[in-house]
């Protein structure tokens, strides 16, 4: 596999979640009972997303995973991305200080996270899975 191919794949998955997933949470937070946006929770997402699959797509080799292997790790990375976007959005709100002393109720924020936005990890494991297979047999 090439870097061309290795720099597109990471640009296209990474833009995809970014834009998809900081969709959800800014039509989500203005549609919900007047609430508005989470713009701690939609920075913390977008770090997490964009440190994870740079990594992930450095240090990985997944050219030669099995396409069940591929469609597990997508949907598993979106749920890890959940997990530490919600608990690098409670750093970004509240004392370090406090989430420390509170790191129970922080993982278990991420937990939560994942539950509510279990079909959205699904859904985009998903796509993240075609995107990954179709730009690697191009």
């Known amino acids: 596999m090439t870097n061309t191919i290795d720099t597109k794949i990471t640009f296209v998955i990474i833009l995809t979640n ?10 989500g937070g203005k549609s919900s009972f007047g609430e508005s946006v989470n713009y ?11 440190i994870f699959y740079l990594l992930f797509f450095k240090y990985s080799n997944y050219e030669s995973y099995s396409n069940l292997k591929l469609i597990l790790l997508s949907i598993l990375s ?21 989430v420390l002393n509170n790191l ?32 690697k047999t191009r």
Do not use: D, H, R, W
């Open 18 to 27: 970014l834009l998809i997933g900081n969709g959800i949470l800014f039509l």
């Open 40 to 50: 701690p929770l939609m920075v913390g997402m977008s770090i997490t997303c964009t």
């Open 78 to 98: 979106c749920m890890v991305i959940i997990f530490f976007g919600n608990v690098l959005a409670l750093f970004i709100k509240e004392p370090i200080s406090e």
């Open 104 to 135: 129970v109720a922080t993982i278990f924020m991420g937990i939560v996270g994942n539950i509510i936005l279990l079909p959205i990890s699904i859904a985009l494991g998903l796509l993240n899975y075609g995107i990954i297979t179709f730009l």
